[in-house]
């Protein structure tokens, strides 16, 4: 995804099963900042994992609302 976004960077990832891993990135897109949270796939042919259509970008105005929700999971 860096062709698309502006500036991002990696502030973590987890791995989701042998194929795939999650990526939360900080991202910027004109002047507008966001957090991505995507699936990424790996790729055989290049040895490298990239990004799915799978996933959500926040704007970053809503990330005390989204962290509130994430912090009510018990």
Avoid: C
């Amino acid at each position: 995804m860096s062709e698309f976004w502006d500036s991002e960077q990696l502030l973590g990832k987890m791995v989701k099963n042998s194929r795939e891993e999650v990526y939360i990135k900080k991202v910027e897109k004109k002047g507008k900042q966001y957090i991505d949270i995507r699936t990424f796939w790996f790729d055989g042919n290049s040895d490298e994992f990239r990004p799915s259509q799978k996933g959500i970008t926040i704007p970053y105005e809503s990330i005390k609302e989204f962290k509130d929700i994430i912090a009510s999971i018990e």
